[in-house]
């Protein structure tokens, strides 16, 4: 199935048949990935009142409660109520959902004991284009990101100056295979997470963030059509499910 897509008077092409999905799910194990000190997340059938939610125990349907974290359990996609005082939810701020988007491979530089993306390596890997969105894939890139327990390990982050440097040049979607665009330790500062959004001096309420996605190997460096799946929860943010498609 192929679409044409008209972006800033360029015409672009796409198979709509041929996804790639860069999310993590959530699933119903301990191998899941988790950040944040977070359990992993649980589903159990309802089981109330003579009602059993399991159809291998008995039951006509699966009707399960699930108990997970947004931010710690998996892909997901936040706005700028991850750090406001307002209440701003990741269904208002998100309402386009499409978006020219670039791909880049980046080893982190070790700085001390710091695992970072400095605004150097990005100037060298990244040049500005027409797209609103770019995807961070971190190096070594490995299976393991897929059920990594990343709490207590100080993963990869990025210089706020580095932030800065994408949002000046028209990004409004950062995407990262890391749990945080931030030091996981930082005394609450959460310098480029500020930086993204300008809040609270110039508060960019349309940007987004999305963390612990996973870009595989085939996909290659370049340019793609970026779809941005998210379910409407009036929270800070929500699981999500970004969709790569090849430019033909």
Not at 41 to 47: A, C, G, L, R, S
Not at 50 to 77: K, M, Q, S, W, Y
Not at 86 to 107: G, K, P, R
Not at 223 to 246: G, R, V
Request: aromatic share 10%; net charge negative.
């Amino acid at each position: 199935m192929i679409a044409t897509i008209t972006h800033q008077d360029k015409n672009y092409k796409i198979d709509l048949s041929k996804p790639l999905d860069i999310s993590l799910p959530l699933i119903n194990a301990p191998k899941n990935v988790t950040a944040w000190y977070v359990k992993p997340p649980t589903f159990t059938p309802v089981m109330e009142n003579g009602f059993v939610g399991d159809v291998n125990l008995g039951g006509a349907v699966n009707f399960r409660n699930i108990f997970f974290n947004p931010h710690g359990n998996g892909t997901h996609t936040e706005c700028v109520g991850h750090i406001s005082k307002e209440n701003y939810t990741i269904n208002q701020c998100l309402t386009t959902f499409f978006f020219l988007a670039d791909v880049i491979s980046v080893l982190p530089e070790k700085i001390e004991n710091d695992s970072v993306i400095t605004l150097k390596q990005v100037k060298q890997l990244w040049q500005p284009t027409d797209t609103e969105a770019i995807i961070i894939r971190t190096l070594p890139n490995d299976e393991a990101k897929k059920t990594m327990q990343y709490s207590n390990t100080n993963p990869t982050y990025i210089e706020e100056d580095a932030v800065r440097f994408l949002t000046k040049n028209g990004i409004n979607h950062l995407l990262i295979d890391s749990p945080s665009i931030d030091r996981e330790e930082d005394g609450g500062e959460l310098k480029a997470h500020h930086a993204f959004w300008e809040y609270p001096q110039n508060t960019q309420a349309h940007r987004t963030i999305s963390e612990l996605i996973f870009v595989a190997n085939s996909i290659l460096d370049g340019k793609y059509l970026l779809n941005i799946q998210i379910a409407s929860f009036e929270n800070d943010a929500s699981p999500s499910k970004p969709i790569l498609y090849q430019l033909l």
